[in-house]
Nanobody, 126 residues
Framework: QVQLVESGGGSVQAGGSLRLSCAAS????????VGWFRQAPGKGREGVAV????????SYTDSVKGRFTISQDNAKNTLYLQMTSLKPEDTAMYYC???????????????????WGQGTQVTVSS
């Protein structure tokens, strides 16, 4: 059974930093896409940062480029999202997700991801 467990969310002031972690069990990311998504109240789920583990290529939504960094520790089967220069508009529930695909043309699209964590809340105050 696949389990994705996020941690590291919290409340910070604008300009602050947080690091999210996603520990996976029952799933091997090797060659597949994994990533982070978020959903703010009243909005749809959007892709934040994903990585194709075969190529190591990361994709970011435009609003977080230069501020967020996705990384993985294969030995620990853990995915990270380092978030810096946080803004109030980054406030959302953040979800870790894993796909069964090794090739995705639009990897920030949630539909391609099969497994989802329960989410961790990030709140940024101005």
């Amino acid at each position: 059974q696949v389990q994705l467990v996020e941690s590291g969310g919290g409340s910070v002031q604008a300009g602050g930093s947080l690091r999210l972690s996603c520990a996976a069990s029952g799933y091997t990311a090797s060659g597949r896409y994994v990533g982070w998504f978020r959903q703010a109240p009243g909005k749809g789920r959007e892709g934040v940062a994903v990585i194709g583990t075969a190529s190591g290529t990361a994709s970011y939504t435009d609003s977080v480029k230069g501020r967020f960094t996705i990384s993985q520790d294969n030995a620990k089967n853990t995915l990270y999202l380092q978030m810096t220069s946080l803004k109030p508009e980054d406030t959302a529930m953040y979800y870790c997700a894993a796909s069964l695909l090794d090739r995705i043309d639009f990897p920030l699209t949630p539909v391609w991801y099969t497994y989802w964590g329960q989410g961790t809340q990030v709140t940024v105050s101005s």
